[in-house]
Protein backbone atom coordinates (compact mmCIF):
# COMPACT_ATOMS: atom_id res chain seq x y z
CA UNK A 1 0.00 0.00 0.00
CA UNK A 2 0.81 3.87 -0.19
CA UNK A 3 3.33 5.38 2.33
CA UNK A 4 3.45 8.20 4.69
CA UNK A 5 6.48 9.44 6.26
CA UNK A 6 5.72 11.67 8.98
CA UNK A 7 8.90 13.22 10.88
CA UNK A 8 9.86 13.46 13.42
CA UNK A 9 8.26 10.76 15.29
CA UNK A 10 9.33 12.81 18.83
CA UNK A 11 9.98 16.16 19.79
CA UNK A 12 10.83 18.20 22.89
CA UNK A 13 11.05 22.12 22.29
CA UNK A 14 10.78 25.10 24.73
CA UNK A 15 8.10 26.95 24.94
CA UNK A 16 8.63 29.77 23.14
CA UNK A 17 10.11 28.25 20.11
CA UNK A 18 9.03 27.15 16.98
CA UNK A 19 8.61 23.19 15.63
CA UNK A 20 7.92 21.78 11.86
CA UNK A 21 6.44 18.83 11.41
CA UNK A 22 7.09 17.17 7.96
CA UNK A 23 4.63 14.89 6.50
CA UNK A 24 5.52 13.08 3.17
CA UNK A 25 3.97 10.82 0.50
CA UNK A 26 6.74 8.57 -0.51
CA UNK A 27 5.04 6.64 -3.56
CA UNK A 28 1.94 8.66 -4.57
CA UNK A 29 1.21 12.53 -5.04
CA UNK A 30 -1.05 14.31 -3.10
CA UNK A 31 -2.85 17.56 -3.96
CA UNK A 32 -4.48 17.43 -0.41
CA UNK A 33 -3.68 16.37 2.79
CA UNK A 34 -4.82 16.27 6.24
CA UNK A 35 -3.58 17.24 9.93
CA UNK A 36 -4.89 15.89 12.72
CA UNK A 37 -4.25 16.54 16.71
CA UNK A 38 -4.70 13.33 19.01
CA UNK A 39 -5.30 14.12 23.19
CA UNK A 40 -4.47 10.65 25.05
CA UNK A 41 -7.22 8.37 25.06
CA UNK A 42 -9.61 10.53 22.43
CA UNK A 43 -10.40 10.60 19.24
CA UNK A 44 -8.34 12.60 15.66
CA UNK A 45 -9.28 15.88 15.49
CA UNK A 46 -9.21 17.30 12.17
CA UNK A 47 -7.13 20.76 12.52
CA UNK A 48 -6.63 21.92 8.67
CA UNK A 49 -6.66 20.64 5.20
CA UNK A 50 -3.65 21.18 3.11
CA UNK A 51 -3.74 22.07 -0.59
CA UNK A 52 -0.72 21.90 -2.75
CA UNK A 53 -0.01 24.96 -3.87
CA UNK A 54 -2.64 27.43 -2.03
CA UNK A 55 -3.60 28.52 1.41
CA UNK A 56 -4.83 25.77 3.98
CA UNK A 57 -8.34 25.15 5.22
CA UNK A 58 -8.39 25.06 9.10
CA UNK A 59 -10.94 23.73 10.92
CA UNK A 60 -13.38 26.40 13.13
CA UNK A 61 -11.46 26.88 16.42
CA UNK A 62 -7.74 26.30 15.13
CA UNK A 63 -5.62 29.09 15.41
CA UNK A 64 -4.00 30.00 11.33
CA UNK A 65 -1.46 31.95 12.90
CA UNK A 66 -0.06 29.05 15.63
CA UNK A 67 -0.37 26.21 13.23
CA UNK A 68 1.01 27.06 9.87
CA UNK A 69 1.07 24.69 6.95
CA UNK A 70 2.54 25.02 4.23
CA UNK A 71 1.96 22.84 1.07
CA UNK A 72 4.99 23.50 -1.63
CA UNK A 73 4.55 20.12 -3.45
CA UNK A 74 3.04 17.16 -4.14
CA UNK A 75 4.51 15.07 -2.09
CA UNK A 76 5.63 17.39 0.97
CA UNK A 77 2.97 19.13 3.63
CA UNK A 78 4.80 21.04 6.74
CA UNK A 79 3.03 21.88 10.31
CA UNK A 80 4.77 24.54 12.12
CA UNK A 81 3.81 25.38 15.52
CA UNK A 82 5.08 28.88 15.94
CA UNK A 83 5.42 29.87 19.80
CA UNK A 84 4.73 26.71 21.10
CA UNK A 85 3.67 26.54 24.96
CA UNK A 86 2.79 23.84 26.66
CA UNK A 87 -1.04 23.22 25.86
CA UNK A 88 0.49 22.31 22.26
CA UNK A 89 1.73 19.71 23.90
CA UNK A 90 -0.23 16.75 21.93
CA UNK A 91 0.03 13.89 19.19
CA UNK A 92 -0.12 15.16 15.75
CA UNK A 93 -1.23 12.75 12.60
CA UNK A 94 -1.10 13.64 8.94
CA UNK A 95 -2.83 11.77 6.23
CA UNK A 96 -2.98 11.80 2.42
CA UNK A 97 -5.21 10.06 -0.48
CA UNK A 98 -3.40 8.49 -3.50
CA UNK A 99 -5.79 10.44 -6.00
CA UNK A 100 -7.64 10.04 -8.51
CA UNK A 101 -9.85 7.55 -6.92
CA UNK A 102 -12.40 8.92 -4.20
CA UNK A 103 -13.03 6.05 -1.66
CA UNK A 104 -9.66 5.01 -1.46
CA UNK A 105 -7.99 4.44 1.99
CA UNK A 106 -6.75 7.30 3.38
CA UNK A 107 -3.11 6.67 4.54
CA UNK A 108 -1.84 7.87 7.65
CA UNK A 109 1.86 8.96 9.03
CA UNK A 110 3.30 7.31 12.09
CA UNK A 111 2.09 10.37 14.04
CA UNK A 112 4.24 13.33 15.84
CA UNK A 113 4.37 13.24 19.53
CA UNK A 114 5.11 16.64 20.73
CA UNK A 115 6.10 17.86 23.98
CA UNK A 116 6.69 21.50 25.09
CA UNK A 117 8.50 21.67 28.40
CA UNK B 1 -23.42 18.23 9.45
CA UNK B 2 -22.34 15.11 9.71
CA UNK B 3 -21.37 13.15 12.99
CA UNK B 4 -20.40 9.98 14.08
CA UNK B 5 -21.17 8.04 17.09
CA UNK B 6 -19.60 4.80 18.81
CA UNK B 7 -21.64 4.24 22.11
CA UNK B 8 -19.20 1.60 23.62
CA UNK B 9 -16.24 3.21 25.20
CA UNK B 10 -14.19 0.01 26.24
CA UNK B 11 -14.86 -3.41 25.12
CA UNK B 12 -13.34 -7.04 26.11
CA UNK B 13 -13.16 -10.52 24.68
CA UNK B 14 -11.84 -13.62 24.83
CA UNK B 15 -9.17 -15.02 22.85
CA UNK B 16 -11.17 -16.85 19.87
CA UNK B 17 -14.35 -15.01 20.46
CA UNK B 18 -16.38 -12.73 18.93
CA UNK B 19 -16.66 -8.88 19.06
CA UNK B 20 -18.92 -6.54 17.76
CA UNK B 21 -18.36 -2.67 17.81
CA UNK B 22 -21.07 -0.28 16.83
CA UNK B 23 -20.77 2.89 14.65
CA UNK B 24 -23.99 5.22 13.82
CA UNK B 25 -23.96 8.45 11.98
CA UNK B 26 -25.89 10.77 10.76
CA UNK B 27 -26.26 12.34 7.57
CA UNK B 28 -28.37 13.63 4.91
CA UNK B 29 -26.25 12.61 2.11
CA UNK B 30 -27.56 9.68 -0.18
CA UNK B 31 -23.70 8.42 -1.09
CA UNK B 32 -20.81 8.53 1.46
CA UNK B 33 -18.59 5.99 2.44
CA UNK B 34 -17.55 4.65 5.77
CA UNK B 35 -15.00 3.36 6.93
CA UNK B 36 -13.36 1.19 10.07
CA UNK B 37 -9.40 1.89 11.19
CA UNK B 38 -7.38 0.41 13.55
CA UNK B 39 -5.21 1.68 16.26
CA UNK B 40 -2.62 -0.15 17.77
CA UNK B 41 -0.40 0.97 20.76
CA UNK B 42 1.92 2.15 18.15
CA UNK B 43 -0.94 4.57 17.25
CA UNK B 44 -0.39 3.74 13.40
CA UNK B 45 -3.57 4.21 11.92
CA UNK B 46 -4.32 0.98 9.76
CA UNK B 47 -7.30 0.29 7.84
CA UNK B 48 -9.44 -2.54 8.32
CA UNK B 49 -12.61 -2.31 6.70
CA UNK B 50 -14.10 0.33 4.48
CA UNK B 51 -17.79 0.04 3.14
CA UNK B 52 -19.57 2.08 0.04
CA UNK B 53 -22.77 3.41 0.79
CA UNK B 54 -24.17 2.39 -2.72
CA UNK B 55 -23.84 -1.18 -2.37
CA UNK B 56 -25.65 -3.44 -0.25
CA UNK B 57 -23.75 -6.15 0.25
CA UNK B 58 -21.57 -5.98 3.62
CA UNK B 59 -18.32 -5.54 3.41
CA UNK B 60 -15.73 -8.76 4.64
CA UNK B 61 -11.70 -8.66 4.62
CA UNK B 62 -10.69 -11.95 6.53
CA UNK B 63 -12.14 -12.43 10.13
CA UNK B 64 -13.56 -8.87 9.91
CA UNK B 65 -17.21 -7.98 8.42
CA UNK B 66 -19.98 -5.14 8.80
CA UNK B 67 -23.24 -4.95 9.35
CA UNK B 68 -24.22 -2.29 6.89
CA UNK B 69 -28.17 -0.77 7.50
CA UNK B 70 -28.33 2.09 5.36
CA UNK B 71 -31.94 2.82 6.79
CA UNK B 72 -31.03 3.09 10.36
CA UNK B 73 -27.54 4.75 9.92
CA UNK B 74 -25.64 1.87 11.32
CA UNK B 75 -22.27 0.08 10.74
CA UNK B 76 -20.99 -2.18 13.24
CA UNK B 77 -17.75 -3.92 13.08
CA UNK B 78 -17.92 -8.45 13.53
CA UNK B 79 -14.44 -9.44 14.64
CA UNK B 80 -14.77 -13.11 14.25
CA UNK B 81 -11.74 -16.12 16.10
CA UNK B 82 -10.31 -12.34 18.15
CA UNK B 83 -6.87 -12.54 18.71
CA UNK B 84 -4.06 -10.55 20.80
CA UNK B 85 -3.10 -8.59 18.31
CA UNK B 86 -6.22 -7.07 17.19
CA UNK B 87 -6.49 -5.12 21.15
CA UNK B 88 -6.29 -1.42 19.95
CA UNK B 89 -8.81 1.48 19.50
CA UNK B 90 -11.35 1.04 16.83
CA UNK B 91 -12.23 4.53 14.95
CA UNK B 92 -15.31 4.50 12.86
CA UNK B 93 -14.97 7.22 10.41
CA UNK B 94 -17.37 8.53 7.78
CA UNK B 95 -16.63 10.49 4.21
CA UNK B 96 -18.87 11.89 1.93
CA UNK B 97 -18.49 11.24 -1.79
CA UNK B 98 -18.47 14.92 -3.17
CA UNK B 99 -16.48 17.68 -1.77
CA UNK B 100 -12.96 17.24 0.37
CA UNK B 101 -11.66 14.07 1.30
CA UNK B 102 -12.40 15.15 4.81
CA UNK B 103 -13.01 12.00 7.29
CA UNK B 104 -15.21 12.30 10.59
CA UNK B 105 -14.10 9.84 13.15
CA UNK B 106 -15.97 8.55 16.18
CA UNK B 107 -14.53 8.87 19.66
CA UNK B 108 -13.24 5.30 19.36
CA UNK B 109 -13.76 2.13 20.95
CA UNK B 110 -10.83 0.61 22.98
CA UNK B 111 -10.73 -3.06 22.47
CA UNK B 112 -8.85 -5.45 25.03
CA UNK B 113 -8.42 -9.07 23.48
CA UNK B 114 -8.08 -11.49 26.98
CA UNK B 115 -5.59 -14.62 26.93
Known amino acids: GAVVSQHPSRVICKSGTSVKIECRSL??????MFWYRQFPKQSLMLMAT?????????EQGVEKDKFLINHASLTLSTLTVTSAHPEDSSFYIC?????????????FGQGTRLTVV | AQTVTQSQPEMSVQEAETVTLSCTYDTSENNYYLFWYKQPPSRQMILVIRQEAYKQQNATENRFSVNFQKAAKSFSLKISDSQLGDTAMYFCAFMRSSGTYKYIFGTGTRLKVLA
Open chain 1, 95 to 107: SAFPLPDRGLEAF
Open chain 1, 27 to 32: DFQATT
Open chain 1, 50 to 58: SNEGSKATY
